[in-house]
């Protein structure tokens, strides 16, 4: 089993809709992300958590929303979709000690029309 | 705020060397990491350098400049699978990583 697994792996929505992408991880890690990958601009964070009562504003939040359900699991939520966030986004854990070695997860897709 | 400076594309030949260069603007320095991505699949980690010089790790390289605020990555003996893409970040003193925008290698026969 994968050590960061996202669900679900592609996802196709309407304008308007609420979308929960979901995050767990098997690393024992506290500090979890959520990044957003566009071609051309790289990995851009848009919310991170060190811990379960920890939860920060990444460079990207607006629109966006997370919540951290236990130290393993990390989700994140589009309460009204737009089509300007049709991106591939991607959960990563890592350690405190090791916080320049992130792991990722596989990636979710998300289209909105 | 942070940003980061690295070139969109770069091809070479099997077998040769090649740089992918970095440079980077930030309100506190706290290492430099390199990451691969091949099509299709997830960043995985490559390498760090938190002080001056170089570090090695097989058929790869990477240097670091502070004063220059400059790093790069060296790939040595490519091979045909080194094809990918490869992001530079820096970690800030609020332990966020924040990437460069990728530079896609495409490795030719």
């Known amino acids: 089993d994968a050590d960061v697994t996202q669900t679900p792996r592609n996802r196709i929505t309407k304008t308007g809709k609420r979308i929960m992408l979901e995050c767990s991880q098997t690393?024992?890690?506290?500090?979890m992300y959520w990044y957003r990958q566009d071609p051309g601009l790289g990995l851009r964070l848009i919310y991170y958590?060190?811990?379960?009562?920890?939860?920060n504003k990444g460079e990207i939040s607006d629109g966006y929303s997370v919540s951290r359900q236990a130290q393993a699991k990390f989700s994140l939520s589009l309460e009204s979709a737009i089509p300007n966030q049709t991106a591939l986004y991607f959960c990563?854990?890592?350690?405190?000690?090791?916080?320049?070695?992130?792991?990722f997860g596989a990636g979710s897709r998300l289209t909105v029309l | 705020g942070q940003s980061l400076e690295q070139p969109s594309e770069v091809t070479a030949v099997e077998g040769a060397i090649v740089q992918i260069n970095c440079t980077y603007q930030?309100?506190?320095?706290?290492?430099l990491s390199w990451y691969q991505q091949h099509d299709g699949g997830a960043p995985t980690f490559l390498s760090y350098?938190?002080?001056?010089g170089l570090e090695e790790t097989g058929r790869f390289s990477s240097f670091l400049s502070r004063s220059d605020s400059y790093g790069y990555l060296l790939l040595q003996e490519l091979q045909m699978k080194d094809s990918a893409s490869y992001f530079c970040?820096?970690?800030?003193?609020?332990?966020?990583?924040?990437f460069g925008g990728g530079t896609r290698l495409m490795v030719k026969p």
């Open positions: 958590s060190f811990d379960v009562k920890d939860i």
């Open positions: 690393k024992g890690h506290d500090r």
């Open positions: 930030t309100s506190g320095f706290y290492g």
């Open positions: 970040a820096v970690r800030n003193a609020g332990n966020m990583l924040t």
């Open positions: 990563a854990t890592s350690g405190y000690s090791g916080a320049n070695v992130l792991t």
């Open positions: 350098n938190a002080l001056d």
